[in-house]
């Protein structure tokens, strides 16, 4: 089935209103070849991406722009040394997020993370770790990867973790490593499936860049 701009259009209105905890109605969709972009407004960062995952989940959608612009209610507006000592609070209680690696600083709502971690899946929950906290605008997430040799069996250990993926045909998709990337080609039924397989890859040991050229096909016939 061909999905047109309007019906995509339709179903992430619709999914959005789905989401328990958005307020779908400050919030305008638009389609263009398959492209969305989310525009309006939210009370907070974590709202922004959950929104972000809400279209990414329908079908027919081929890349989302979120454009959505965090403006925290009254209640919550809180000053930079506020959220600055709750964002620390947060980290150090996160289990996933290495200690004293992880460096922050607050600006107008806008948290910055600076540091250096050892996998992405470390960055990744020094993120998770903030965004929900109330009064935060945004993050910049500017923690980079310690570099090492990629070992030997890094494109197996991709692999596996593809074929563990409940929701991702891992037959179709092929790995090439070049150095310290991770090179994805093949074919994936969705645009949440494309993002799926390039955090899987950015998860390996070794992988400081994913570089994907995974095509969204729909639905896919038998191997």
Do not use: C
Not at 1 to 6: A, F, G, K, R
Not at 31 to 40: A, E, K, M, Q, Y
Not at 113 to 124: A, C, I, N, P, T
């Amino acid at each position: 089935m061909l999905y047109t701009d309007t019906d995509i259009q339709r179903d992430i209105t619709q999914e959005l209103k789905w989401e328990p905890s958005l307020r779908d109605d400050d919030i305008a969709v638009g389609v263009r070849d398959g492209v969305v972009t989310l525009g309006g407004f939210v009370d907070s960062w974590a709202e922004k991406g959950t929104a972000e995952r809400a279209a990414e989940r329908v079908k027919g959608v081929k890349a989302v722009a979120n454009e959505l612009e965090v403006k925290p209610p009254g209640p919550f507006v809180r000053t930079d040394p506020e959220i600055a000592r709750a964002a620390t609070h947060a980290l150090e209680w996160n289990v996933a997020v290495p200690q004293d690696r992880i460096k922050l600083r607050v600006e107008k709502g806008w948290i910055t993370l600076d540091g250096q971690v050892e996998f992405y899946y470390q960055k990744e929950a020094a993120e998770g770790a903030v965004r929900h906290l109330p009064g935060v605008r945004g993050v910049f997430n500017a923690i980079t990867l310690a570099i090492h040799t990629t070992p030997r069996d890094v494109k197996k250990r991709i692999k596996e973790a593809l074929h563990r993926a409940a929701e991702l045909d891992a037959d179709r998709v092929t790995i090439e490593i070049a150095g310290n990337k991770a090179i994805l080609m093949g074919m994936v039924r969705s645009y949440a499936e494309q993002k799926d397989a390039e955090r899987a890859a950015r998860n390996a040991p070794g992988i400081t860049e994913v570089e994907s050229h995974l095509a969204i096909t729909g639905a896919l016939a038998p191997v």
